[in-house]
C-alpha cells in the first residue's frame, strides 16, 4: 500500500522528524514506525482469526498512532475508541465488532465483562521481543484499513468499513488537490473515534507531516488551548467549523498567534459565510476550504476554495467539486437522475465509497448499490447542483450532524424512551442561521416523585450519560401531557419543530 510505504519511506530517510505531538509527549517517524512494527509482531503471535478487527482504546496519544500502524502492518483492521465514549456503548461496538483484541493506550483501566475479549496495555507490547514483520502481511485493497462506529437507528452502533483502497483514493486527493504536502504541520481536532480525524492524520503522514493534537483538557480550558496553539506553528488547520467558531471568540485568534497557517480544511458541517469571513479578515495569508462527505464514502469527497467572490455571491456556500475518481449524482424519490437546480438525495459514486456496515447485511443493501458498474452509497443528503457546484441542502431523514458528530435522532429517542422515566419522546434539531445549534427533546414523563422538572431533567441525563457520549443528549428538555399526531398515527413531527420554535 502507497500510504503505508510513504510513513515507511520517511522512516527510513527522516527519522527524526516529528511525526505526532500531544502536549508534552511525542514520537518520530522512526520511532512510529519501529514500534509499530513491534505491535504488528505482537499481533501476529497472538491467535487472532485472519482480519479480524482490534479495537484501540484511548485519547490523543501517540500510541493511538502506533497500534493503528501495527495492527494494518499485521492484517488487522483497527476500531479506534475514544475514552470519551460510555462503557456501555463500547460493550456493544465488541458484540457488534466481534472483536476478541481490544489495546488499551489510555492510562485508564478499560473492563470488558466479555472473557473471551483479550484486554492487552502498552507496557506488555512494550515488553515483547519481536521480529521483523514483512508488507506482506499488510493490509492491502479491498481489505478493510479501519472501522468507525457512527450512531444508528436502532440503538446500536453501525461499524463503517474503509478499506485500504478507499482510503489510498482519499489521501492521494488531499496530498494532489490541496496545499497541504511538504511536511507541514497539521492541526488534530478531532477525536480518533470521528473520522474527520482521518482527514489531518493520513495525509499528514503521507507527505512527512507533523501532526499536533487538541486534548479535551486542552478544550476545557481555553487559556491552555491558546498557549499551546502559539506553540504549534500550525500551518494546516483541520476542524469542524464549529470548532473554529469557538476560538473566533477569543480576539487574540489570528495570524499573530498562528502566523504560519495557510490553509483551513473544514468538514463534519456546515460552514456559515459569517465564520468563513472572519477567518479571512484575521488570517488573511491563508486559503480557507469548505468539503463535504459522509464517513461511508471516506470522510471528504468534494471541496471548494472559498473565495471572496464566493462569499460575495453566495448566502450559503457551496460544498464544492467532485474529486476527480468520483461522481456526484442526484437522485429524485423515483431514483431518476435530475437536472441542475433541482433539490434530490446526493449519491456518491467512487472508488472510496465503503464496502458497507460490518456484520449488518440488511443495513448495507439499503444504502449502498453498484452504479454503472461502480460501488455507490446513498447518502440520505438533499442537495442540489448549480454552475457546477453542489449545494448541501440537510438531512433526507432524521440523521443530522451537531457539531461535527453525526447521528440519528432514532438513536437518542431509544435511549431516552428506555429511561424509567419517561413514557414517550421526541428529540428535534433547532436551528440558527442554517445550522443546528442544539437538540431538544419533548418528553411525556412517566410518574415520578421529583418536585421540579429540572430535578427530572438531571436523572434523565444521569441515565443517559451510562449509555451516550455527551454530543448526543440533548441541551434542553420540557415535559408535555401529549404529543401532537399525524392522520396515520405517526408523531407529527412538523408541529413538534413548530412548537419547539415558539
Known sequence: MKLLSNIKKMADTKPET?????????INYGELWKRAEQTASFILNTELKPLSPILIYGHMEPEMLVAFLGSVRAGHPYIPVDTSIPL???????????TKLVINVSKDTLLVEDTSVQVVNVSEIKNHSFL???????VREDETFYIIYTSGSTGNPKGVQISA????????????DFPISGGLRFLNQAPFSFDLSVMDLYPALASGGTIWAITKEMIAKPKILFEEL???????????????????????????????LSVFLFCG????????KQLKERFPKAKVFNTYGPTEATVAVTSVEVTEEILQEYQTLPVGKAKGDTQIVLLDENQKQILDDEKGEIIIVGPSVSKGYLGQKEQTEKAFFMYNGV?????????????????????????????????????????????????????????????????????IPAEHNFEKEYQLTGAIKKELAEELPAYMIPRKFSYHAELPITPNGKVDRKQIREKVLL
Open 375 to 443: 460501488q455507490a452509497y446513498r447518502t440520505g443528503d438533499a442537495g442540489y447542483m448549480k454552475q457546477g457546484q453542489l449545494f448541501y441542502k440537510g438531512r433526507m431523514d432524521f440523521q443530522i450532524k451537531l457539531h461535527g458528530y453525526r447521528m440519528e435522532l432514532e438513536e437518542i429517542e431509544y435511549h431516552i424512551a428506555k429511561s424509567k422515566y419517561v413514557k414517550s419522546a421526541v428529540v428535534v434539531p433547532v436551528y440558527q442561521n442554517d445550522k443546528i445549534d442544539y437538540l431538544s427533546v419533548l418528553i
Open 165 to 176: 483502497d478507499n482510503l489510498q483514493s482519499f489521501v492521494d486527493w488531499m496530498v494532489e
Open 269 to 276: 458541517e456546515i460552514l456559515p459565510v459569517s465564520v468563513c
Open 132 to 138: 521483523p514483520v514483512t508488507m506482506d502481511t499488510w
Open 18 to 26: 516529528l511525526a505526532f505531538v500531544s502536549q508534552d509527549q511525542t
Open 230 to 260: 502559539k506553540k504549534s506553528n500550525t500551518q494546516v488547520w483541520t476542524s469542524t467549523p464549529s470548532f473554529a467558531q469557538m476560538c473566533l471568540m477569543d480576539p487574540s485568534y489570528n495570524q499573530e498567534l498562528l502566523p504560519e
Open 88 to 98: 456501555e456503548r463500547i460493550a456493544k461496538i465488541i458484540e457488534s465488532s466481534k
